[in-house]
């Protein structure tokens, strides 16, 4: 259905009934779409505006968003607006390089580490993806003004459209609240802010230019208290600076374009004068970067999702990809309680896993940025020096990218065990993503897995393992069956295991011992996801596809 579209065939009559109506048609409304659409869920995206916000916001992603726009079906047009990134450089107030930090082209979910892409772009993206799907209808122009929900039965969301016609409605089996911090949403599930102690305001201006740029195709990070900065190379031809400037300070008006000609000299030389087409400023707005996270993130079958849900500084680039990570982790689990009757208690487990996993990241943020910017006092020196210190040691750009992708905390999915003193064990991390070939095509091992349940081993499977992924319609892998480069074996080596239950998000549920039977503990699990609505016979047989 088109973008501009306010509603369906026979709208007229003010109601409708779809599965899942999705509040907002930003990267996470529309992400949460396709992943649905993926299992056969049907959503109705409610949007006030018509077309895609033209202005740039998000400019980073990391390589397991990456994986997850893969799993909506996008991540080859996506690379080509995508611009990998080299790392970060760290400098100081003259602007030397005290540190850089390298990062890989080839991350562990199989993409760059780090990303650089224009969100005007990658909305369109996903709205020509969603466009392709026919359980996916975009209602633009379509305003929601409020969600009730009843004891019983599907939730109302009401709406206006933008012909200023009256109030009409849209009944849904789930609302997922993608409509952003000052959204509806978070008040109506009775939602608040917990505020985690960070706010500061910062100018953000994103520029064309075809003027040399001394640019190392990564991000430059300014550590100077007096006047922080960060810089990077977005695009062909775009860039974006962020300062902290002082209070009263900006830059409009003749006297603000010769205080932006200084800021960033260290980078460009521009002429005296207006800028003209050879540097053309595409926006220049102020922000307040906070961090906060919501008490609530579900009540029913309501849910907040992104920014409804989080605020996060931008300080590690992890604004957006923490909204898709939230349609990862709900949208499988939603769909097997709509559509195969699983336990509704799983769509607990939505709150307790991405919440901690959010907070973390969000104090990640606001450590880094304190630690880089924070302060002009002698214990904000010595985080500078500390932190350069600390990025010179073996190991440590691993360590941050652990970091951004921390394992789930334990729980009702994560049968988290240690298998050597001081180890964890895989569950609650994510399997890598290697190149395999598979009957002589080569391909990403997530598109052989398709998008239910993976049992991955290392040995035949028992036949009690056998009847549990019967039971689930997990694909059976056997490692040694596909042609990687040896990750796989490695890696289920490395955490002792001779097979593994992976999620539908590739999340780790729980490991079997090398030279072990069975998992565990199946009766903590097995009754939140297995139904009645098993998969056939005949289906179970395509599933081992690579058993050799």
Same mark, same amino acid.
């Given at each position: 259905?088109?973008?501009?579209?306010?509603?369906?065939?026979?709208?007229?009559?003010?109601?409708?009934?779809?599965?899942?109506?999705?509040?907002?048609?930003?990267?996470?409304?529309?992400?949460?779409?396709?992943?649905?659409?993926?299992?056969?869920?049907?959503?109705?995206?409610?949007?006030?505006?018509?077309?895609?916000?033209?202005?740039?916001?998000?400019?980073?992603?990391?390589?397991?968003?990456?994986?997850?726009? &893969?799993?909506?079906?996008?991540?080859?047009?996506?690379?080509?607006?995508?611009?990998?990134?080299?790392?970060?450089?760290?400098?100081?107030?003259?602007?030397?390089?005290?540190?850089?930090?390298?990062?890989?082209?080839?991350?562990?979910?199989?993409?760059?580490?780090?990303?650089?892409?224009?969100?005007?772009?990658?909305?369109?993206?996903?709205?020509?993806?969603?466009?392709?799907?026919?359980?996916?209808?975009?209602?633009? @122009?379509?305003?929601?003004?409020?969600?009730?929900?009843?004891?019983?039965?599907?939730?109302?969301?009401?709406?206006?459209?933008?012909?200023?016609?009256?109030?009409?409605?849209?009944?849904?089996?789930?609302?997922?609240?993608?409509? @952003?911090?000052?959204?509806?949403?978070?008040?109506?599930? @009775?939602?608040?802010?917990?505020?985690?102690?960070?706010?500061?305001?910062?100018?953000?201006?994103?520029?064309?230019?075809?003027?040399?740029?001394?640019?190392?195709?990564?991000?430059?990070?300014?550590?100077?208290?007096?006047?922080?900065?960060?810089?990077?190379?977005?695009?062909?031809?775009?860039?974006?600076?962020?300062?902290?400037?002082?209070?009263?300070?900006?830059?409009?008006?003749?006297?603000?374009?010769?205080?932006?000609?200084?800021?960033?000299?260290?980078?460009?030389?521009?002429?005296?004068?207006?800028?003209?087409?050879?540097?053309?400023?595409?926006?220049?707005?102020?922000?307040?970067?906070?961090?906060?996270?919501?008490?609530?993130?579900?009540?029913?079958?309501?849910?907040?999702?992104?920014?409804?849900?989080?605020?996060?500084?931008?300080?590690?680039?992890?604004?957006?990809?923490?909204?898709?990570?939230?349609?990862?982790?709900?949208?499988?689990?939603?769909?097997?309680?709509?559509?195969?009757?699983?336990?509704?208690?799983?769509?607990?487990?939505? &709150?307790?896993?991405?919440?901690?996993?959010?907070?973390?990241?969000?104090?990640?943020?606001?450590?880094?940025?304190?630690?880089?910017?924070?302060? &002009?006092?002698?214990?904000?020196?010595?985080?500078?020096?500390?932190?350069?210190?600390?990025?010179?040691?073996?190991?440590?750009?691993?360590?941050?990218?652990?970091?951004?992708?921390?394992?789930?905390?334990? @729980?009702?999915?994560?049968?988290?065990?240690?298998?050597?003193?001081?180890?964890?064990?895989?569950?609650?991390?994510?399997?890598?993503?290697?190149?395999?070939?598979?009957?002589?095509?080569?391909?990403?091992?997530?598109?052989?897995?398709?998008?239910?349940?993976?049992?991955?081993?290392?040995?035949?499977?028992?036949?009690?393992?056998?009847?549990?992924?019967?039971?689930?319609?997990?694909?059976?892998?056997?490692?040694?069956?596909?042609?990687?480069?040896?990750?796989?074996?490695?890696?289920?080596?490395?955490?002792?295991?001779?097979?593994?239950?992976?999620?539908?998000?590739?999340?780790?549920?729980?490991?079997?011992?090398?030279?072990?039977?069975?998992?565990?503990?199946?009766?903590?699990?097995?009754?939140?996801?297995?139904?009645?609505?098993?998969?056939?016979?005949?289906?179970?047989?395509?599933?081992?596809?690579?058993?050799?």
């Amino acid at each position: 259905m088109t973008a501009d579209q306010a509603g369906p065939p026979g709208a007229a009559t003010g109601s409708a009934h779809v599965p899942v109506a999705i509040i907002g048609a930003g990267p996470v409304g529309v992400t949460a779409a396709l992943l649905l659409a993926r299992r056969g869920i049907r959503t109705v995206v409610l949007e006030r505006h018509r077309d895609v916000y033209a202005l740039p916001r998000a400019v980073a992603t990391d390589d397991e968003v990456r994986r997850i726009l &893969q799993a909506a079906g996008i991540h080859e047009e996506f690379a080509t607006i995508a611009r990998p990134a080299k790392g970060l450089r760290l400098l100081d107030a003259r602007h030397r390089v005290m540190t850089e930090v390298r990062l890989s082209p080839h991350g562990h979910h199989g993409f760059p580490q780090t990303s650089m892409f224009d969100q005007p772009e990658l909305e369109r993206l996903l709205r020509d993806g969603l466009a392709r799907r026919p359980e996916c209808e975009l209602w633009g @122009g379509a305003e929601v003004v409020a969600v009730d929900q009843p004891a019983e039965g599907p939730v109302k969301v009401t709406y206006r459209r933008d012909t200023d016609e009256g109030p009409q409605h849209v009944w849904a089996d789930a609302v997922l609240g993608c409509d @952003g911090a000052h959204g509806l949403t978070r008040e109506a599930i @009775g939602a608040g802010w917990e505020d985690l102690r960070f706010e500061e305001h910062w100018t953000v201006i994103d520029v064309r230019t075809r003027a040399p740029v001394r640019c190392w195709e990564g991000v430059d990070q300014v550590c100077d208290p007096a006047r922080p900065a960060t810089f990077m190379r977005v695009g062909e031809d775009r860039y974006r600076w962020e300062f902290r400037l002082p209070e009263g300070e900006d830059l409009d008006g003749p006297d603000g374009r010769e205080r932006l000609r200084a800021l960033v000299a260290p980078w460009v030389d521009l002429p005296h004068g207006p800028y003209g087409e050879a540097f053309e400023v595409i926006r220049q707005a102020q922000y307040t970067f906070r961090a906060r996270i919501a008490d609530r993130w579900r009540r029913g079958r309501v849910f907040l999702l992104g920014d409804a849900a989080h605020l996060t500084p931008p300080f590690v680039g992890q604004g957006l990809c923490a909204g898709l990570r939230d349609a990862h982790n709900l949208t499988w689990k939603l769909a097997r309680v709509l559509a195969n009757g699983a336990d509704e208690r799983l769509l607990d487990t939505y &709150q307790s896993e991405r919440q901690p996993h959010a907070r973390h990241m969000i104090r990640l943020a606001v450590a880094t940025g304190w630690a880089m910017t924070g302060g &002009q006092d002698r214990a904000a020196a010595l985080r500078r020096t500390v932190l350069g210190a600390a990025c010179r040691l073996p190991g440590l750009v691993a360590a941050t990218g652990r970091d951004l992708s921390p394992a789930l905390a334990p @729980g009702p999915l994560v049968r988290r065990r240690r298998t050597r003193p001081g180890g964890r064990g895989l569950a609650g991390t994510f399997c890598p993503q290697p190149w395999v070939t598979v009957a002589g095509r080569r391909t990403r091992l997530d598109d052989v897995l398709g998008d239910s349940f993976t049992l991955l081993t290392a040995a035949p499977p028992t036949p009690s393992l056998r009847a549990l992924a019967g039971a689930l319609g997990a694909r059976t892998v056997h490692v040694d069956a596909i042609g990687d480069d040896g990750t796989l074996a490695a890696w289920l080596r490395g955490g002792r295991a001779g097979a593994v239950l992976l999620r539908p998000d590739r999340v780790v549920l729980d490991s079997v011992p090398a030279g072990g039977s069975a998992f565990a503990d199946t009766a903590a699990w097995a009754p939140l996801l297995c139904t009645a609505r098993l998969a056939s016979p005949a289906a179970f047989r395509r599933a081992e596809i690579v058993m050799g």
